[in-house]
């Protein structure tokens, strides 16, 4: 529980974390022109849209039974956020958490879906997830007297575990009236709303899970007979919710499979249809000719038997790239597969590239989304986090979910990561989707975001910025403004309502408003702006802008956090890189299409 504990914490950590996450943030925003993307870092870019066509494929696999998505451990290491928020998009109704702590940070994020935490320390908090009306899962008699305690006014919904043979939580037989009948009697006191029974798989064989299939139900009989009625059964996970259809019962509990990686021995990702949804990447950091007979990394596993390159990347088992692979691991570096030399470090690893051209900035993959099907004849393309379980001889789960908190990580659709190869930066402008979201980490890749999102914005575009004080918008304008490469350095508006700042370059301007003290869209079109000519932002601009233009962009800036605003509270902007608290943002792109008039 205090690894559930620690992952969610860390989630902060690694959106806050640094230099690394400003420059790649802006992965696939940045155009061919842009002179961005200094340093590049290490990167665990998290494909939302491969994650939301997993969920789909998966809820719609389980239908009539609902989905419930796994987001314990920090979403499998890919962010529990962003990825819960994207589950609920793409048809989870609801969201299972390890413990109470990490349920609330959801609930403090603005997810109203129901969410289930089923690990709890005699120290838990059940008043707290009672207020913040977390489903609990219980498995003893003393977590319902604990609840009761609490003496919350709103009783929370409660789940009974049975244990099916994991020797877990849950109770066991000789248990389970006891546990059944206490929950009843908590139930017609008003301290616990009794919800469901459920219990979880041990994947040991299809016949062992055909044999706690039939326990459980035998329980249910048992507790139904004592008088309890449930209003949802659940126990199937990934791999009984895809091969066990008589499992899904009220709903699946969803894990793995969502995140790209199968639960299975004999069938793969790409067979089951799913798509990988994390890419762990590195550049290369430094290049070395040796000769031969060289010794190669900690203990010279490995030694060079001929003159050749070797490259330095600069991730090791600290960033989750398991030691237990040394002497197997395979990374991917230009078209090409090659193998680890040498032991992987805490830090980082090294690749013997022969004679290859390799340059120094070139990118590593460790693992991530296998191209295409003939890719994917086994030992080729990309490698997958289902490759490197076989390298480290786990888990693909374990993969994932020990990505290190030092990797920052990216959030990007198809479309951003498509964009990554234009080199039109105007072909990267508005897309077919109707709305995009990223994570930013910290004021410095707000600035970052705005000036990659410079491509997207050509003459003509309206850009509205909706956010509270202290969002980010000026930061984000500033940005905006250098990535045009407009003259004069963007400030807020606030006292001249409209700014201008004239291109040199392209000859179309950038309009900066702010239509906070504006009343109504009639003193925007008093302001007589050229929107044909120019690339207009206003600020506090929902509401009125529709009045005038027929299309226009909207960002929305939230703070998932909920951290109230503190310094910046003076005025109209005063939104100042580093006076609020550093945590993440959301950013929400709306395209907005209507009717002129
Ligand atoms: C982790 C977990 C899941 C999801 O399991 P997957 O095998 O990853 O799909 C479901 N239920 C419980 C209780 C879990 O601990």
């Known amino acids: 529980m205090s690894e559930?504990?620690?992952?969610?914490?860390?989630?902060?950590?690694?959106?806050?974390?640094?230099?690394?996450?400003?420059?790649?943030?802006?992965?696939?925003?940045?155009?061919?022109?842009?002179?961005?993307?200094?340093?590049?870092?290490?990167?665990?870019?998290?494909?939302?849209?491969?994650?939301r066509h997993n969920v789909r494929l998966l809820s719609d696999l389980a239908a009539p039974a609902e989905t419930m998505l796994a987001v314990k451990a920090d979403a499998y290491g890919h962010g529990m956020v962003p990825l819960a928020f994207a589950a609920l998009e793409a048809g989870a109704t609801s969201l299972a958490v390890l413990d109470i702590p990490a349920a609330l940070v959801l609930r403090a994020s603005g997810i109203t879906?129901?969410?289930?935490?089923?690990?709890?320390?005699?120290?838990?908090?059940?008043?707290?997830?009672?207020?913040?009306?977390?489903?609990?899962?219980?498995?003893?008699?003393?977590?319902?007297?604990?609840?009761?305690?609490?003496?919350?006014?709103?009783?929370?919904?409660?789940h009974l575990k049975i244990d099916t043979g994991l020797h877990r939580n849950g109770a066991s037989v000789e248990q389970w009236p006891g546990l059944v009948q206490s929950a009843m009697a908590a139930d017609a006191a008003g301290v616990v709303r009794l919800h469901a029974a459920w219990s979880h798989l041990a994947d040991a064989s299809p016949a062992d899970d055909e044999a706690a299939y039939a326990h459980f139900q035998q329980a249910v009989a048992v507790a139904e007979e004592l008088g309890a009625r449930f209003e949802a059964l659940h126990l199937a996970a990934s791999s009984a919710g895809i091969r066990m259809p008589e499992a899904r019962l009220s709903f699946v509990r969803f894990g793995i499979a969502a995140y790209g990686i199968s639960p299975f021995d004999d069938e793969t990702a790409l067979?089951?249809?799913?798509?990988?949804?994390?890419?762990?990447?590195?550049?290369?950091?430094s290049l070395k000719r040796v000769g031969a007979g060289h010794g190669v990394s900690y203990g010279f596993d490995y030694r060079t038997t001929r003159p050749t390159t070797l490259a330095l990347v600069p991730l090791g088992y600290a960033d989750g790239v398991p030691r237990a692979a040394n002497g197997r691991g395979q990374v991917w570096l230009n078209g090409k597969r090659y193998p680890i030399a040498g032991r992987i470090a805490m830090d980082q690893f090294v690749i013997d590239v022969g004679d290859d051209s390799v340059a120094v900035g070139d990118e590593v993959i460790v693992f991530g989304e296998g191209r295409s099907a003939v890719e994917r004849e086994p030992g080729s393309g990309v490698p997958t986090a289902e490759d490197w379980a076989g390298f480290a001889h786990t888990i693909g789960d374990e993969i994932v979910a020990r990505v290190g908190p030092r990797v920052p990580r990216v959030y990007l659709s198809d479309d951003t990561e498509a964009a990554e190869g234009a080199s039109d930066a105007s072909a990267t402008g508005v897309n077919a989707a109707d709305?995009?979201?990223?994570?930013?980490?910290?004021?410095?890749?707000?600035?970052?975001?705005g000036f990659g999102f410079a491509s997207r914005l050509d003459a003509g575009d309206v850009l509205v910025l909706t956010g509270e004080l202290g969002a980010g918008k000026t930061t984000f304008t500033r940005g905006l403004g250098e990535g045009l490469g407009v003259r004069g350095p963007v400030t807020s508006p606030t006292f001249v309502l409209a700014r201008t700042h004239p291109n040199l370059t392209t000859g179309v301007p950038l309009i900066h408003v702010d239509a906070y003290r504006l009343g109504n869209a009639a003193e925007l079109d008093d302001l007589d702006i050229d929107f044909a000519g120019s690339i207009v932002v206003v600020e506090w601009g929902s509401g009125l802008v529709d009045r005038i233009v027929g299309d226009y962009l909207e960002l929305v800036i939230e703070r998932p956090m909920g951290h109230a605003g503190s310094a910046d509270e003076g005025g109209a902007d005063t939104d100042e890189a580093g006076e609020a608290p550093v945590e993440p943002r959301v950013v929400t792109l709306h395209r907005h299409r209507q009717a002129e008039g």
Do not use: C, K, Y
């Not at 002179?35 to 994650?51: C, G, K, T, Y």
């Open 271 to 285: 067979e089951l249809g799913l798509r990988p949804v994390m890419t762990l990447a590195a550049p290369v950091a």
């Open 435 to 449: 709305t995009d979201r990223w994570v930013i980490a910290d004021p410095e890749a707000m600035h970052d975001f």
């Open 4 to 51: 559930e504990r620690a992952a969610s914490v860390s989630t902060g950590g690694e959106l806050t974390g640094g230099e690394s996450a400003a420059g790649l943030s802006l992965d696939g925003l940045s155009s061919g022109s842009a002179r961005l993307v200094a340093a590049p870092e290490r990167v665990a870019r998290i494909n939302l849209d491969a994650f």
């Open 113 to 158: 879906a129901p969410i289930f935490a089923w690990m709890h320390a005699p120290d838990a908090d059940f008043g707290a997830a009672a207020a913040a009306d977390i489903d609990l899962g219980i498995s003893a008699v003393w977590q319902l007297e604990a609840i009761a305690a609490a003496a919350e006014a709103n009783a929370p919904r409660v």
